[in-house]
T-cell receptor, first 112, second 116 residues
């Protein structure tokens, strides 16, 4: 799986949009971009994933650049409960199950 | 949908003892994964089951570790002769793999193991 690079930490004001970047310059054509987050003392929580088109669900939006070398997770109106470590993962989306390879992620702190 | 359930949530044991953890996946999920997470690091993959078959094992899974999923439902992870370095959070995840798509993995809240 392609290596991903994320900033170690970010801050965001409550109510504002949080934009979390991720670089995956060596991503291959069959690798999806997955985002998970982990709140302290809990297991990782799935947020969203995509291949090349932008995706949106009730939690967030995922913007993938046209060359697929980077992406941005957007939390449109961050709340204090969004404070967590956010992981960007490149993973083959094939029929067989495959592991998630977590990096160190981005610690997002939402401030009041 | 009750989510992935792990038991116990915390386990404290003395070095050299054996421990066993249980994971109950989301019902009808045919794939089950075990990960390990140490403080300040992201989770690391240990092993993966499709139904009752163990299809992949990480090099992290030493011969003191064994995982089973006998009926393709719940799974157990056993660590024999525990060592200080085994102290970690052990996470279980499950997913539904069908047709041409692999659905996202959903995680439990883990079992935190502390070795005295």
């Amino acid at each position: 799986d392609a290596k991903t690079t994320q900033p170690p930490s970010m801050d965001c004001a409550e109510g504002r949009a949080a934009n979390l970047p991720c670089n995956h310059s060596t991503i291959s054509g069959n690798e999806y971009v997955y985002w998970y987050r982990q709140i302290h003392s809990q297991g990782p929580q799935y947020i969203i994933h995509g291949l090349k088109n932008n995706e949106t669900n009730e939690m967030a939006s995922l913007i993938i650049t046209e060359d697929r070398k980077s992406s941005t997770l957007i939390l449109p109106h961050a709340t204090l409960r969004d404070t967590a470590v956010y992981y960007c993962i490149a993973k083959r989306g094939e029929t067989s199950g495959s592991r998630l390879t977590f990096g160190e992620g981005t610690q997002l702190t939402v401030n009041p | 949908d009750t989510g992935v359930s792990q038991d116990p949530r915390h386990k404290i044991t003395k070095r050299g003892q054996n421990v066993t953890f249980r994971c109950d996946p989301i019902s009808e999920h045919n794939r089950l994964y075990w990960y390990r997470q140490t403080l300040g690091q992201g989770p690391e993959f240990l092993t993966y089951f499709q139904n009752e078959a163990q299809l992949e094992k990480s090099r992290l899974l030493s011969d003191r570790f064994s995982a089973e999923r006998p009926k393709g439902s719940f799974s157990t992870l056993e660590i024999q002769r525990t060592e200080q370095g085994d102290s970690a959070m052990y996470l279980c995840a499950s997913s539904l793999g069908q047709g041409g798509r692999n659905q996202p993995q959903h995680f439990g809240d883990g079992t935190r193991l502390s070795i005295l």
